[in-house]
């Protein structure tokens, strides 16, 4: 069975700094990547999401991730945070060719982005 | 338009007592799923639906834990005999059909449930 790992549980940097959040699983197959946030007070929402073709993948809000096939990783990376990226980060997985649509999710990653 | 929509919001319980949650995907989604989350953990898949048939309930965790699924629509989480461990957060998702593998999830607010 596929597992995630999130390093980092909690993250605090300054407005402006850059950011990368680690996500590593473990599934030797063929993956669908997603990246997940979820704001104070509101639902989980989709960030980005990696399925196939260039591996550097854009998302909303400045975002982008990329999938490195070598490492297992899919990191989350921002060049300059704002206040406004303070939220909760889920790394999640896909194991694309089992057939399966159930995601396995990292256990997520605390941003806290001081003004 | 309305998103995946959960209720109660909030569901305090005593242990041993049954409990019914329930979730409305977004209109015209043929899939939906049911997580959980525990205090400091990540998503746990519990079981998927397409249709009303759950190809897929390898993540119940007992067989305290059902799930139905009407109508192509609502679905019905039920937690018999509740156990202290089955406090967590309980979030619904849904996706639209569609070709290939899989569709982006749309998740709901989730139901909070206490048991005392």
């Known amino acids: 069975a596929q597992s995630v790992s999130q390093h980092n549980h909690h993250v605090i940097l300054s407005e402006a700094a850059s950011l990368e959040l680690g996500c590593n699983y473990s599934?030797?197959?063929?993956?669908?990547l997603f990246w997940y946030v979820q704001y104070p007070g509101q639902h989980l929402q989709l960030l980005l999401k990696y399925f196939s073709g260039d591996p550097l993948v854009k998302g909303i809000k400045g975002f982008e991730a990329e999938f490195i096939k070598s490492k297992f990783s899919f990191n989350l990376r921002k060049p300059s945070v704002q206040w406004s990226d303070t939220a909760e980060y889920f790394c999640?997985?896909?194991?694309?060719?089992?057939?399966?649509?159930?995601?396995?999710f990292g256990s997520g990653t605390r941003l806290q982005v001081q003004p | 338009g309305a998103g995946v929509s959960q209720s109660p919001s909030n569901k305090v319980t005593e242990k041993g007592k049954d409990v019914e949650l329930r979730c409305d995907p977004i209109?015209?989604?043929?899939?939906l799923y049911w997580y959980r989350q525990s205090l400091g953990q990540g998503l746990e898949f519990l079981i998927y639906?397409?249709?009303?048939?759950?190809?897929?309930k390898s993540g119940l965790p007992s067989d305290r834990f059902s799930a139905e699924r009407t109508g192509g629509s609502v679905s019905t989480l039920t937690i018999q005999r509740t156990q202290q461990e089955d406090s967590a957060v309980y979030l619904c998702a849904s996706s639209p059909p569609g070709t290939g593998s899989y569709n982006e999830q749309f998740f709901g607010p989730g139901t909070r449930l206490t048991v005392l």
């Open positions: 999640a997985v896909n194991a694309q060719d089992t057939g399966r649509r159930a995601l396995t």
């Open positions: 599934y030797g197959g063929t993956v669908n």
């Open positions: 209109s015209g989604h043929t899939a």
């Open positions: 639906f397409q249709g009303n048939s759950a190809p897929d």
